[in-house]
């Protein structure tokens, strides 16, 4: 589980209920459908007039993929299982590691490791993994343009509420107490429009961000290492270009652990 996410989203339902009753403001005062259905409909309205039916058919992934870890492996594993497939190539030649290919999970890596196995081309090895981490790239960055979008509309449909909720505040001119609670009402969508939009879709969107730069930086390692392997290249060279994409922090632990 992403506990960040949890956190997060924990630390922004607390800090606006908190900061409500601190500010005097009744709970109570959330309770307004109207003003919900003008935020979370408008939204999600929004999103199904902005994106194709395939595009908005991802966002339960999404939502998925924000409360789960990351499902790649550690970069520190990658670089011992890179070494040990070296040493394999290095002592029984390149074909040995098709016994290797089924206990590989990542498909990526898979299919990479395979076309080096078949004898295939180091250009066109590289040129396939590449268009495969671009295209990839692509489809990230348009699945989380969905809560990018939804941020950007929230607010504003928090402010076509207020003002939706000013105009029925205006028929009760004549009564001091039903004006005052139209008003409160009316800047409750602005409340949820705000919430919504910078507390949690755009937060989102960057989560997705972030999740798909790591599993970017991740795959271009499993590209390296695996044209490394058909270059023939030993294990300590493989090891030594590998731990490129690892943080200096963190490579004496990785060294460490492999003595």
């Given at each position: 589980?992403?506990k ?14 908190v ?71 290095r ?20 299919n ?79 409340i ?7 507390v ?7 989560k ?41 922090s ?10």
């Amino acid at each position: 589980m992403e506990k960040s996410t949890v956190i997060g989203l924990a630390m922004g339902i607390v800090s606006v209920f908190v900061g409500m009753i601190l500010k005097g403001a009744p709970l109570s005062a959330l309770n307004n459908p109207a003003a919900f259905l003008i935020i979370i409909g408008g939204t999600v309205s929004c999103i199904f007039i902005g994106f194709p039916m395939e595009t908005v058919a991802k966002a339960p992934t999404l939502f998925k993929l924000l409360m789960k870890g990351n499902a790649e492996g550690g970069k520190g594993d990658l670089v011992k299982q890179f070494i040990e497939l070296s040493q394999l190539a290095r002592r029984e030649g390149i074909l040995a590691l098709e016994g290797k290919v089924g206990e590989i999970e990542d498909p990526f890596f898979k299919n990479g490791l395979s076309m080096v196995i078949d004898g295939m081309d180091p250009t066109f090895v590289s040129d396939v993994l590449d268009a495969e981490l671009a295209v990839m790239e692509e489809r990230h960055a348009e699945a989380r343009s969905i809560f990018t979008q939804a941020g950007t509309y929230a607010p504003t449909l928090g402010v076509l509420g207020a003002v939706v909720g000013l105009i029925a505040a205006l028929g009760n001119l004549n009564d001091i107490d039903k004006l005052g609670h139209s008003i409160a009402a009316a800047f409750v969508a602005t409340i949820l429009g705000i919430f919504t939009g910078y507390v949690l879709w755009l937060p989102f969107a960057n989560k997705l961000k972030v999740k798909s730069a790591a599993e970017i930086a991740h795959k271009r390692m499993i590209i390296e290492g695996i044209l490394s392997l058909q270059a023939g290249d030993s294990p300590t060279a493989i090891e030594a270009k590998l731990m490129v994409f690892i943080p200096q922090s963190e490579r004496d632990a990785i060294k460490g652990s492999e003595e």
